[in-house]
């Protein structure tokens, strides 16, 4: 069994609903996960912005404002009256749900029941238009199986326990649709898988039902070998491996949510990234095997600050590097790339808002300094060890360019420049016409 996600622009109108047809298979028997439609989550993120400043005239003006957008969206969607109804029922329950919320309390609890509107909007909505040209399929409620423990991380074995017995209960349904990003969390409250979620809600389906493949419906034909933004001429991967997607997803390539790679890895499910504006094309296949020898894609992660901590101290010293890492462990901030000399360390961090205490309780180890405005350029490929010739290659790229940390050899297949974000442009299109 199959499992296809779709996300928010490929149900962003009524017309590229209409159209998920064209993609689905509506005689195999699959599960298709929906994000909310395109711009929903931004909007509820604001309309629970208002209601923690309890700005209630604000609240109600964005409320109605994305209901207006959703009476216009059912008006093009159905063509028949009864559905149309329906949908609109639908829609003034949900929307009154999220006025109502103006009486309550405003707390986390409340928050999250906002951010889960939309895929509870998007997936209903497209159950009754199915309903409407008479395409049969069941609505599968994920806030019924989809669970995170206290810690936040994903319970695959009680999704399989919670989801299987639903599929069983409809032998014969062939279509099954479910909300991406939403689940319970360790008090079964409504939480979510965090922005892009969608993404992550599909992998581990695919992993808990042991599905044979996680299809991932985007605008884009897979992952490109370069950011496409910055770079002319960049081409979709066929294959990477999962440790290769997962460096590009966090790195950069927004187009799959970089925990959603883990799932599938652990259960061996193949993850094809496709297009929805072009359902032809190849795309990107990610499974545990990767070509070897090359050099795959290059990727920009921006918004990252350097910290260098300088200490004589840490010279033939044990227990230092841990000192300074718990610094950063205490503020729940996590380290991205990291190099070491002798008599320094450097990291760098993304998450900037503990960087005031961070600095200062480093300053107790040594000097301090701190660089921000830098991008991590990854790139992506074969670097296995007993290989020559291939960071070569990449730092004669870049011999032009100020670099101001090199990280190799944490991983076969990375290796990642620090640079100013006023460099990244030369260094993204230098890097691609020497390597590819
Ligand atoms: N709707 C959620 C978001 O915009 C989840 C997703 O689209 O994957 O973040
Ligand atoms: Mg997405």
């Excluded at 190799?408 to 230098?430: A, C, F, I, P, Q």
């Excluded at 890097?431 to 590819?436: A, E, I, Q, T, V």
Aim: proline share 3%; hydrophobic share 40%.
């Amino acid at each position: 069994m199959k499992v296809l996600k779709f996300g928010g622009t490929s149900v962003g109108s009524p017309e590229r609903m209409k159209k998920l047809l064209n993609i689905i298979d509506a005689n195999q028997r699959q599960i298709v996960v929906l994000s909310a439609v395109s711009g929903t989550t931004n909007s509820l993120v604001e309309i629970g912005q208002a209601y923690l400043y309890s700005d209630k005239s604000k609240s109600a003006d964005l409320i109605a404002a994305l209901k207006d957008k959703y009476e216009l969206f059912i008006k093009e969607l159905y063509s028949n009256n009864t559905y149309y109804k329906q949908a609109k029922e639908v829609i003034d329950y949900h929307f009154g749900l999220l006025n109502q919320l103006s009486n309550d309390l405003f707390t986390p609890i409340e928050d999250k029941i906002i951010l889960a509107q939309g895929e509870l909007l998007s997936t209903t909505l497209y159950h009754i238009y199915l309903k409407e040209i008479g395409v049969s399929s069941v609505l599968l409620p994920a806030l019924d199986f989809m669970k995170v423990d206290e810690d936040h991380e994903p319970m695959v074995d009680y999704i399989t326990e919670n989801l299987t017995p639903l599929l069983i209960k409809h032998p014969d349904t062939k279509l099954f649709i479910t909300q991406g990003y939403i689940c319970r969390n360790a008090f079964g409250e409504i939480d979510n898988l965090r922005r892009g979620g969608s993404d992550y809600t599909a992998s581990l389906i695919g992993a808990a039902i042991r599905s044979e493949e996680v299809q991932i419906w985007t605008d884009i034909d897979g992952m490109h070998n370069n950011d496409p933004r910055v770079v002319k001429g960049t081409k979709p991967i066929s294959r990477l491996s999962f440790d290769e997607a997962a460096e590009l997803a966090y790195f950069g390539a927004k187009i799959l949510h970089p925990q959603s790679v883990f799932p599938a890895r652990k259960y061996k499910i193949p993850v094809r990234l496709l297009n929805t504006m072009d359902p032809q094309a190849e795309g990107t296949l990610i499974t545990t095997e990767s070509e070897k020898d090359q050099i795959k894609s290059i990727a920009a992660k921006d918004d990252i600050t350097a910290i260098k901590i300088q200490s004589s101290r840490m010279l033939l010293a044990y227990g230092f590097l841990r000192r300074v890492f718990e610094v950063f462990e205490r503020y729940k901030t996590s380290i991205d790339m990291i190099t070491t000399s002798e008599v320094a360390v450097s990291v760098t961090v993304d998450d900037t808002s503990k960087l005031g205490d961070i600095t200062k309780e480093l300053q107790g180890f040594g000097t301090v300094e701190v660089d921000v405005n830098h991008t991590i350029i990854c790139v992506v490929g074969d670097f296995a060890a007993d290989k020559h010739g291939y960071a070569a290659r990449v730092l004669e790229a870049v011999k032009h360019i100020p670099v101001r940390m090199i990280s190799y050899g944490g991983s076969d297949h990375n290796l990642s420049l620090l640079v100013k974000t006023e460099d990244k442009v030369e260094t993204l299109r230098s890097l691609h016409s020497r390597l590819f």
